[in-house]
């Protein structure tokens, strides 16, 4: 890069300051427009906006199916191959540059940010779910069958594994490379500098950007209004306090305060701190659960879910031919579409903190750990779920009813129900604040034209306006109005697929330049 090109491309540089704030022009006055309009869309009319909505996020996914899936595959081959190529020794910030944060930190704070709340509610509903045909079934396997509870297994894994992860570690690697190692500002355009030099400062740059700020914006919205719900829920089962629109915006403004509370702080005194707290909490319920369950079972259902996932991994990753459209529209395309809406925010957070990792050690840590911290994951809760449901146990052996209970069901045949049950949902809380945190960051970042030094009081803004958001629809709308919210982020998946496949291509051009210079 020439130095005129550095300068042009500084961080910053298209920037205004009003009253304290140091923003991007004209990504953020842009952005907080769309988002004011969006909410006014959402509450004139809840029901229509959620049927559009819905309308348009079903008609990407039943046309483009086909390219949701080839992308998914794609960077996951990708990012296996720049762990074994060459280029993966390149170092992000140089050759000199070191970590900020210890690994456990660091792989804490990625997994909280990534999909910690999600693996809370899905890994006992979704495998319980396929088995019981809830809603299709993975390859139209037959249902409450031992092939069934295989299938169930191999496909739950499937799309909480290699796959999403492999999504966020090629926005990671490209954000942390441009950033830190061509000086670029830390945002979304930042990747398409090998690919459209100094006018990525333009409005091709703009755009990405301000999309990549709403499907943020509304997806972290989205999680915590829905996530209050099911918070409410959980707490109405475990105490009989009743599930009331106060209940649940009680849960939203405590969330956000603390959420508040832990970006004023900075990510060493806030989100850093939290995601320890949460991995040590999560570890020992899911040591409890696998001891409970018989650690012999634990033991076997590793080797059972492995060889799921395994034996699922290609029939899965295939869209041609398949019979089961409905279960696969509905869950798998529909998933990659939720991850590739939600990599701008994670992928930027995990390059924000990944500072001296070199490409290999980063996507090792997002590709492959996290995929074996799920595979245990998955057989503590789900193998317990699906032995509860077979065994005619519980509510869970009439399957699925309200999916925010299916965790406590599982747990309320277990010893000390109360206290883990208790012990969850303090980890579902945690992880919306610790979500919400490394969401204002982003969103702050991308807004304030890539800088990271950004003034805090912008920070509060952002975190702020996602509780705004979440309560105003909430309570206003309803779930209908936060349905609307979710299909318009999801439906953003599809642009952002093609974003991402370009991306792709000018990372590598730009490492492989890199490490051959």
């Known amino acids: 890069m020439s130095v005129n090109e550095s300068i042009a491309l500084e961080p910053g540089i298209d920037n205004k300051q009003f009253w304290g704030l140091d ?89 909280a940010a990534g999909m910690g709340i999600g693996l809370m509610f899905w890994s006992v509903a979704e495998p319980v779910a396929y088995y019981t045909d809830w809603y299709g079934t993975p390859l139209n396997v037959a249902a409450r069958t031992p092939e069934g509870a295989s299938a169930a297994m191999g496909a739950t894994m499937f799309h909480w594994g290699l796959h999403p992860w492999a999504i966020y570690g090629v926005v990671a ?19 398409f500098y090998p690919l459209l030099g100094t006018r990525v400062r333009g409005w091709v740059g703009h755009t990405v ?16 209004g829905l996530g209050a719900s099911q918070a409410a829920s959980g707490l109405h089962y475990l105490t009989g ?18 959420t508040l509370l832990s970006v004023w702080r900075g990510i060493d005194g806030g989100i850093k701190l939290l995601s320890n707290i949460n991995m040590l909490l999560a570890t020992a319920l899911m040591l409890f659960v696998a001891f409970a369950g018989g650690i012999v079972a634990f033991v076997n259902g590793l080797g059972t879910t492995t060889a799921a996932y395994a034996e699922h991994l290609l029939p899965l990753s295939n869209w041609i031919g ?47 750990v996290p995929t074996l911290v799920t595979l245990a994951w998955m057989t503590a809760f789900g193998g317990n779920a699906l032995a509860q449901s077979a065994g005619g146990i519980g509510e869970l ?25 208790t012990l969850a949902i ?28 950004a003034p805090r009081c912008q920070k509060v803004l952002w975190a702020s306006l996602v509780g705004v958001i979440a309560a105003i629809l909430l309570s206003a709308g309803g779930k209908d109005a936060l349905n609307a919210l979710q299909a318009g982020a999801v439906a ?4 952002f697929t093609v974003v991402l496949l370009v991306m792709m291509v000018g990372l590598y051009k730009a490492l492989h330049q890199s490490h051959y210079a």
Not at 173 to 191: D, H, K, Q, Y
Not at 209 to 224: E, K, M, N, P, Q
Not at 241 to 258: D, P, S
Not at 433 to 438: K, L, Q, R
């Open 173 to 191: 690697v490209a954000i942390g490379f441009f950033t830190f190692n061509l000086r670029l500002p830390l945002s979304l355009r930042a990747a």
């Open 397 to 421: 052996a009439n399957g699925i009813g309200d999916v925010s209970l299916a965790m406590f069901h599982m747990l309320q045949n277990m010893p000390l129900s109360a206290l883990t049950s």
């Open 23 to 111: 923003f991007h022009n004209p990504v953020f006055p842009v952005t907080a427009t769309l988002i004011v309009l969006f909410i006014l869309y959402a509450l004139l009319d809840p029901a229509q906006a959620s049927a559009q909505m819905v309308a348009a996020r079903t008609w990407a996914i039943d046309h483009f199916d086909w390219l949701f899936m080839f992308a998914g595959n794609a960077f996951v081959v990708f990012c296996v191959a720049l762990i074994l190529l060459p280029v993966g020794k390149v170092r992000l910030g140089g050759a000199t540059a070191r970590p900020e944060y210890s690994t456990m930190s660091w792989f804490a704070m990625l997994f």
């Open 241 to 258: 306090i009743a599930n009331t629109i106060e209940l649940q915006m009680a849960i939203i403004v405590t969330v956000t305060a603390v």
């Open 492 to 495: 953003t998946g599809l642009p």
């Open 426 to 453: 303090m980890l579902v809380l945690i992880f919306f604040v610790t979500s919400a945190d490394s969401g204002a960051l982003v969103i702050d970042s991308i807004t304030a034209g890539g800088k990271v030094d």
């Open 209 to 224: 950007d301000i999309t990549a700020v709403l499907a943020t914006v509304f997806g972290l919205a989205t999680s915590l």
């Open 322 to 368: 398949r019979d089961d459209q409905s279960w696969f529209h509905g869950w798998t395309v529909f998933y990659w579409a939720w991850w590739i809406s939600w990599s701008p925010f994670v992928g930027v957070f995990i390059a924000r903190v990944s500072k001296g990792r070199t490409v290999r050690e980063l996507l090792t840590a997002v590709l492959i």
